[in-house]
């Protein structure tokens, strides 16, 4: 009998691969661009390297956290964290520690865990939405089939369990709410709204839970251990919520503007594979109310979008109706919310960077 001390990898699959780089900091650093509405960012002399830097360690332990001596895990774990992203998550967690304290060494894990999570959920919305591409790269269960996208995803989210447990119940109980909104936001998205409530604000409240959950999550761990002013908390909740909720809204017009997106996500994607998004919604509301054009465009978006003239055509005419403008109100709307809320901040560049980021979530070049 073979003597299980004997196995390369241990029965929880931790520690690296024999072949795992060592990763250098500085070079991630040099390599790393700030997205946009954080130019504030780069422009400051003291913010600006600091936040990099960080940045740059986080990406160092999100590989670390994910690399898993157990072949195959590590190769299904690393698959989008190697595939990029703009890691928005623990940019914004990283930046609302500097209302405090942002040389804790507990911030930089607090954004992996935010990630982290953030990642686990890519492996299951892209099962649940039959997506058959995620960062311009295959999904995973498109490599390796559902069952294995899905066990990644669990793994992942295990991974973040065990950092934000060493951060002690406070963040644990943050990240347990949060994950238990983003599970409730995906089950409401996919039995639909009640026979009493308004697919609109159905909507809403599903990319509330789904995205803007997480987006608060990570500016509030980075303010708590920070060790920032508490009533910041509030602040930074109110604001993660609205300028997630402002981000998904953009998102969904942006897949009906016509020009394919660098996700490669192509226009139209969300059309064809029936995902309820606001422009739709819209449009059902307004054939509802009578009008006509809205009812002819619905009977096209509700047939056969299989080959890709019938797509462009429900795309074109989409991106010509008015609900798509009022779409757009709606997203901006959101973050001018956004960015009110975050009155009762300091002046500085960290309150700048959060309004900049939320205008810049509802003006992406699409």
């Not at 503007?257 to 490669?264: D, L």
Request: with cysteine; glycine share 8%.
């Amino acid at each position: 009998m073979n003597n299980p001390a004997d196995h390369s990898w241990t029965h929880a699959g931790h520690g690296l691969p024999e072949s795992e780089p060592s990763l250098n900091t500085t070079a991630i650093a040099t390599g790393l661009q700030l997205p946009a509405g954080f130019a504030a960012i780069a422009g400051d002399a003291e913010l600006g390297p600091a936040i990099t830097n960080n940045l740059a360690r986080v990406e160092k332990k999100l590989r670390e956290a994910i690399a898993n001596s157990d072949p195959l895990a590590d190769a299904t774990s690393r698959h989008l964290v190697e595939a990029g992203g703009k890691r928005i998550r623990p940019l914004l967690t990283l930046l609302c520690a500097h209302l405090g304290d942002a040389s804790l060494p507990a911030v930089v894990q607090a954004a992996v865990v935010v990630e982290l999570t953030h990642l686990a959920t890519l492996y299951h919305d892209d099962v649940m939405d039959s997506a058959p591409f995620r960062r311009g790269a295959p999904t995973a269960h498109e490599v390796w089939g559902n069952s294995v996208a899905v066990l990644t995803g669990d793994l992942i989210f295990a991974r973040a369990s065990i950092l934000v447990s060493e951060l002690g119940s406070r963040a644990l109980g943050i990240q347990a709410r949060t994950f238990e909104r983003l599970c409730l936001g995906q089950l409401h998205e996919t039995v639909g709204p009640r026979p009493d409530e308004d697919p609109v604000e159905h909507y809403l409240s599903v990319i509330a839970d789904k995205t803007g959950s997480l987006v608060a999550a990570s500016g509030q761990l980075g303010a708590i251990f920070a060790d920032a002013d508490p009533a910041y908390e509030t602040v930074l909740v109110e604001y993660g919520e609205k300028v997630g909720v402002a981000f998904q809204l953009a998102d969904d017009v942006i897949d009906v503007t016509g020009i394919k997106v660098k996700s490669g996500k192509s226009p139209g994607t969300d059309l064809r594979e029936g995902v309820p998004t606001l422009p739709v919604l819209l449009l059902r509301r307004a054939a509802a109310d009578g009008d006509r054009s809205a009812v002819e465009l619905l009977t096209l978006i509700d047939g056969d979008l299989t080959s890709d003239e019938a797509l462009a055509e429900a795309v074109a005419g989409l991106r010509e109706h008015p609900v798509t403008a009022e779409s757009w109100v709606v997203a901006r709307q959101w973050a001018n919310e956004a960015i009110a809320a975050l009155a009762p901040l300091p002046e500085g560049v960290v309150k700048e960077s959060l309004s900049n980021f939320a205008l810049a979530v509802v003006d992406r070049a699409s």
